[in-house]
């Protein structure tokens, strides 16, 4: 949400520029994604994974593996359905699994301090990373994972430093970082290039090529390109109608730039019935 708090200040300004506009919302792909919606195969994917590993957990022979996959569909559920408790269910797997390797396992710790910098927990995150790295991460995890921590708490020089050991011209994780620190960096349209090219290597991952789709659209907001924003936001509620984000960028996107309140209210009355 606080994408789009700082993005409406941009739509504003170029909405308030040009008179002779063009409608950018299509009522009509609006009217067709609410009647037709249906649970989105992404949705239904994951949770047949979830259940899968839920139900090869062993209470008396307690693991890592069937436990930790369990636990990210979990996790990824949230990111589709916003539900906060499937994230704090996570956890205490997680930390289950820590307490019965004694602590000596970095995937349970890396994991918590992931999701302690989805609840901006980030005294938690750090600890937790601190503790995995002590116990031994491969190069990529840990520089990936040093950058996520950095990046996310302000430290951006800590943070581009992160990244130079993990630079690989074809890999969608850094692509993805490398995106969010040339925004930072006031370089957009860098960060738009690096962004798209995330896109491309996320092969057939929905759930990937969706996460860097959403942030294109976002990019594009914050350069101005309001009708590329919306063919990006189209483009991944085409991939996975669940991406509440991109459904809601373009509920701004009909509110303030086209000034159709009516559309606008539509597509959030849509979106608060599905999270």
Known sequence: MKQFISAIAVITLFASCDHGKRTIVSATFVDSLISHYTTPAAITANEADMQFWKNRIDPKNPGITNESKYAAALVRRFHLSGDIHDVLVSDS????????????EASPNISLATHSILQHRFKEADDYFTLARTIGLKNYELYAAAFDMDF????Y??????????????DYGYNFRYSKLSHYKGEVDTAIAAMKKAVDLAGDDIFLKQAALSNVADLFIH??????AYDDYVASVRLNA?????????????LVYDKNDSLAEKIFQFARTRT
């Open 93 to 104: 797997v997680l930390r289950k699994i820590d307490s019965l390797y004694n602590h000596k």
């Open 157 to 170: 020089q800590l943070a581009t430093t992160d990244l130079k050991p993990i630079k690989v011209a074809n």
């Open 242 to 254: 669940a991406d509440l984000h991109s459904i809601m960028g373009i509920g701004w996107i009909a």
């Open 223 to 228: 350069s101005g390109n309001l009708a590329a």
């Open 152 to 155: 996310e708490q302000g430290r």
